[in-house]
């Protein structure tokens, strides 16, 4: 499994956020595809987003379709995560509210 972090991503993700990585990388790597990370702390982002904390992230879709990603990566993570689709990329943040 590989993950990629795309140049200009800065900063360090909360633990239980960085644990999610990990998840999300098997997910995509049980279906032959590496991980890209898009996005951490760094930028300009929403009003109120969980970015500049490192309670989110971005990915990129896969390669391949994956038959109801966000369904299981909604599963992998559990109840307290969000997973959106956001047109070109999937956001994740911890959500425990």
Do not use: C
């Not at 879709?61 to 956001?86: M, N, R, S, W």
């Amino acid at each position: 499994m590989t993950i990629w972090i795309k140049r200009d991503v800065q900063g360090s993700l909360q633990p239980i956020v960085a644990k999610a990585v990990g998840k999300v990388a098997k997910l995509y790597a049980e279906h032959g595809e590496d991980l890209y990370i898009t996005s951490k702390r760094e930028g300009l982002h929403s009003l109120g987003s969980l970015h500049p904390e490192g309670w989110a992230f971005d990915i990129r879709y896969p390669k391949k379709p994956i038959d109801t990603l966000i369904t299981k990566l909604k599963f992998a993570l559990g109840v307290l995560f969000d997973v959106v689709a956001e047109g070109n990329h999937i956001h994740i943040e911890y959500d425990p509210t």
